[in-house]
């Protein structure tokens, strides 16, 4: 693809070029209007500090969509189903806390989904973890599932970004050589939410053109302290200030007028509350840092608010002794999951769950810019792993196919159905089994 | 300002009791409803609002205010609202130090003994201008929600202390009114919550307590709301007035009717 006689005039109209000689020029980050999903206008939600630009903005971010409801801004969590429970998806500036399930083996798989869509969408990624390094957790991120053509553009634009391009002279538009060429590949595609293979390992070369933080608390903590005493664990506040280092430096916040940011940064941070942070509130009832985790998270919430953020969080809320830390913690989080996984409880040879893996509770919805937030009314969910995928499902009764109709089996049917999870937020009060 | 809760309530902006202090609480579901409403409630009777928002940004007020018919960004600007963020804040004076006290100050320190600056801070956004001519009414507090603050480590005691100064303040020295929010743990046993409301509640003339059903969701009544009047200081022959409704909330108003009257009901 050579370059034909652009001028400035024809530049305006570049829709009508080729995608990538644009790109190639100009250095822009790669987007293709007219094939993806993500609506040119946007109504920037106003978690985002404004830049001083007024009229309309026309630049959409890779990745985002906004919500039909109050036209916040959305980022897909990595599973369809679960941006449809969400409401669309989770909003930027705000958290998602994950309350793990009992042996941790279901919620890092929505903890990679959520970085793998980051990395899909061209966002940038800020990991932390005290367990694994960074760099081990996006090794194992699952591959996306592109359809054929986002595939295929992929490809291409691989391959465009290995021909010398360099090596050509510009003839006609020569001011343009002396333009920075772009490094990255850009967003590999502009689709919101994508399906991720469990299975499979995303490609290396995804990993490596993406812009990632990891903050691994081993290698941080070494260094001494040089703050004033509060009642934060150290880990905890290393781990803000790092936070806050990267949303200024690479001005997600909107205050540096020399880095105009135009991306979302994801941050993940896996485990929290667990003793390996530091924190003893999963070792005793009445620990001496007993706010140290909620002091965290509202501060961590006041950094997400004034940026273009979003944060999951996975934390192993079974493991904590003190059960009001466990409310507090879900009125500072703005969207809470749980999940109940059936490994090692009875319910794992219990027949109304023989097609599931756990169950999913959507414990907090939050109501931002408005009065209302958007429930789904389907309360009962379960989830399962099957060969490749995570899918999320109405959980429903299996047909009772028995000769006889034994006065045993159905009632333990209804044991199981009365244990069922209660709704978000509202819960209902009697134990006694409501009959409909 | 939802005009069916005003009805409930029996009161306009225009008449208004003075020196009273409201209470919310909310359990097992969302009462921020109430604080919205109170927040344009007060802020249409042209009183000098100081709010100690502690829950959720600015944005989100305004833009909710803006549905319910104030403007927060204009009365922030005309000096009728003192607005104090504390999201935005507490990162603030998480990562710089501050010169002069700043309200949020106990999020720095290891052993906060109580919540000085903070009241400090009341007090001045609060206390009446001598300029001549009585621009507003008279003052509100207004805080959402004071279960943060047992989050951010300072004990149930010092918050009522807290409360009790800005009573003092607000109530009787300023002839004001304030409205609180404090979450009700419920099931869990949050004994500083429980303190922290057991004490606010003794104080409060008027309870608004949102309730979640206790049969669970439901997509036509959102939660029952109970309102109790009470007469703190006076000796109680007959018992507080009680009422409790069921609501609706929708896009900018919320909707009450008797128990089993909802309209999906009938």
Redesign the interface.
Known sequence: RVPIGLTLQALKWRQWQPAAVVRGLLGLQWRQPGKSNVTSFQRRG??ASGTNDSGPRLVSIAGTRPSVR?GQLLVSTGLPALDQLLGGGLAIGTVLLIEEDKYNIYSPLLFKCFLAEGIVSGHTLLVASAKEDPANILQELPAPLLDDNSKKEFDEDVYNHKTPESNIKMKIAWRYQLLPKMEQIGPISSRFGHYYDASKRIPQELIEASNWHGFFLPEKISSTLKV????LTPGYIKL??FI?NIIYEEGFDGSNPQKKQRNVLRIGIQNLGSPLWGDDICCAENGSNS?SL??FL??L???L??SLSACIITMPTHLIQN??I???VT??SDTVIGLESFIGSERETNPLYKDYHGLIHIRQIP??????CD?S?V?DLAFKLKRKLFTIERLHLPPDLSDTVSRSSKQDLAESTKRLG?????????KKH?DF | MFVELNNLLNTTPDRAEQGKLTLLCDA???G??LV?HFLSFYLKANCKVCFVALF??F??Y???GQ?LGVNLTVARERGQLVFLE???S??DV??Q?QEEPHPLQF?????AENLKPLFEFVREALKPVDSGEARWTYPVLLVDDL??L????MGAVAVLDFIHYCRATVCWELKGNMVILV?D?GD??????DILLNGVSHQSHLILRAE??????C?DVH?QLRILWRRPLQPTAQRDQSLTYQYK????S?SFFAKGMSPAVL
């Open positions: 106003p978690r109050n004033e005493p509060c009642s803000l200030q806050q706010h909620t002091k509202y501060v919430r006041g950094l608010r004034t059960k009001a466990i409310a507090r009125n500072l109501r931002l810019n408005n009065l209302i429930e009314d309360k209660p709704g978000c937020g509202m819960m209902a009060g009697g409501l | 097992k579901t969302d921020s409803f919205h959720q940004s944005s989100h305004n833009i909710v549905k504390g999201l935005k507490a990162v998480f990562f130090t999020l720095r320190e290891a052993n279960s943060v047992l989050s951010l480590g979450h743990s869990v046993e949050d004994e500083e919550n979640g059903l206790a049969t669970g969701f997509r939660g909330i929708q896009d900018k919320v």
